[in-house]
């Protein structure tokens, strides 16, 4: 395994630790696993590290961390702790126990609704929105909505990996939402 040095850039970095998984969880589909940037300290660190630096400056700074069910977890809760801002989680239907707003959407590989507490973010609140990888755009399109829904302004979305010829990462700009990729991957 390579370490990181100033042979090797953050992304190429993360990249080789990026597990691809042909036809899983359904025949033609690539899924890009990420466990593996997660198991070693050094590589985990940075990979956090990626997000933190440029969240820390203080225009880019947000007033609270949301991450999508279940991998944006892993990750955008880690992120809020560093910046030390609080994290609200968006997850699957049926799992919140409070009151909800929700969203349907589509998936590369079905579809999934997702819920947000309703007082889980406050009108104004500028928020940093995680998730693991953006393919379609459904899921993160889907967070915008809820959290926008209660007043909050999504500042901008951040993620691992983009599939760019899935679409998502045009969609969301063309929402003119900011988004931050650290990888990219051709092809499904
Ligand atoms: O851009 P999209 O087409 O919406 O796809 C991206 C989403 O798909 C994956 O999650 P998945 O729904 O597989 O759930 P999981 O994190 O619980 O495995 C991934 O972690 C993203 O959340
Ligand atoms: N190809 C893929 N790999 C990992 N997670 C995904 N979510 C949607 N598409 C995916």
């Keep these: 395994m390579p370490a990181l040095s100033a042979a090797l850039n953050v992304s190429d970095f993360l990249r080789e630790h990026i597990r691809t998984v042909p036809d899983w969880p359904s025949a033609g589909v690539q899924f890009r696993d990420i466990t593996p940037l997660l198991q070693d300290p050094q590589v985990f660190r940075v990979l956090i590290d990626a997000f933190v630096h440029r969240y820390m400056a203080p225009q880019l700074r947000p007033d609270v961390v949301a991450g999508l069910d279940a991998r944006g977890f892993i990750i955008g809760a880690v992120v809020a ?29 079905g579809s999934a609704t997702v819920e947000l ?8 609140q500028r ?8 393919a379609t755009g459904g899921t993160m399109i889907a967070g915008v909505k809820l959290l926008e829904r209660l007043g909050a302004h999504v500042m901008e979305c951040a993620v691992i990996v983009d599939l760019p010829e899935l ?15 650290l990888v990219d991957f051709e092809g499904h």
């Design 117 to 124: 507490h309703t007082d889980a973010v406050t009108q104004g």
């Design 127 to 134: 928020v940093l929105l995680i998730d693991d990888l953006i």
């Design 81 to 109: 702790h560093e910046l030390n801002v609080g994290f609200v989680p968006i997850r699957k239907k049926g799992k919140l126990p409070f009151t909800t707003v929700e969203e349907t959407y589509e998936l590369e590989y």
């Design 167 to 181: 679409g998502g990462s045009s969609k969301l700009k063309a929402l003119g939402k900011p988004l931050l990729t």
